[in-house]
């Protein structure tokens, strides 16, 4: 079946810092690519949706120069978290679909912890 | 926009019984209903899902159903068995099934 790969599955950061946040497609061709985060015990938020070649639609309330995306090849995209703080720690994580089915493939998700 | 809403949010059952969480949504042209278990820190793993021109579907122990004209879709679980604890969350497709609306997800507790 469909795999995501995401990386790093968690790390932790310095206020200032930058943290970049990887997801593949393993075995198929992510047009679109969708980047959640989500609080402890709290639903997934959704905070852009990236369509190869493109550039990504931000959520309202999201500042798109703190989480830069880029998805660049329909098997790559990246969150960058630019600056981080600590409000900024959370579990972060990808859903990845292809122009050919409308399911949704989840990354194995990154928990971002900012000290 | 969509607005997916997910009820109860706890629930916890006898092992063997059944378990039932509805949800509700707001768009009438979501046209995509999936359901997805997670477990504390891992992904969301879809365990099944319906498509609005099928009002019902099943695999195993698990099915959904879905009344589109009252815009709701329900998750059944039965024989629930410990390892069906988790959270589980119900999403609607939004915009032409491009996105998903997620619900706010339900505890299952199942007590051996």
């Known amino acids: 079946g469909a795999v995501v790969s995401q990386h790093p599955s968690w790390v932790i950061c310095k206020s200032g810092t930058s943290v970049k946040i990887e997801c593949r497609s393993l075995?198929?061709?992510?047009?679109?690519m969708f980047w959640y985060r989500q609080f402890p015990k709290q639903s997934l938020m959704l905070m852009a949706t990236?369509?190869?070649?493109?550039?990504?639609?931000?959520e309202q309330g999201v500042e798109k120069d703190k989480f830069l995306i880029n998805h660049a090849s329909l098997t790559l995209s990246t969150l960058t978290v630019t600056s981080a703080h600590p409000e900024d720690s959370s579990f972060y994580i990808c859903?990845?679909?292809?122009?050919?089915?409308?399911?949704?493939?989840f990354g194995s998700g990154t928990r971002l912890t900012v000290v | 926009g969509e607005n997916v809403e997910q009820h109860p949010s706890t629930l916890s059952v006898q092992e063997g019984d059944s378990a039932v969480i509805k949800c509700t949504y707001s768009?009438?042209?979501?046209?995509?209903f999936p359901w997805y278990k997670q477990e504390l820190g891992k992904r969301p793993q879809l365990i099944i899902d319906i498509r609005s021109n099928v009002g019902e579907k099943k695999d195993q122990r698990i099915a959904v159903t879905l009344n589109k004209t009252a815009k709701h879709f329900s998750l059944h679980i039965t024989e629930t068995q410990p390892e069906d604890s988790a959270v589980y969350f119900c999403a609607a497709s939004v915009d032409g099934n491009n996105r998903l609306a997620f619900g706010k997800g339900n505890q299952v507790v199942v007590i051996p």
């Open positions: 990236s369509n190869e070649g493109s550039k990504a639609t931000y």
């Open positions: 768009d009438s042209a979501s046209n995509y």
């Open positions: 859903s990845a679909k292809s122009a050919t089915n409308y399911g949704y493939t």
């Open positions: 075995d198929f061709q992510a047009t679109t």
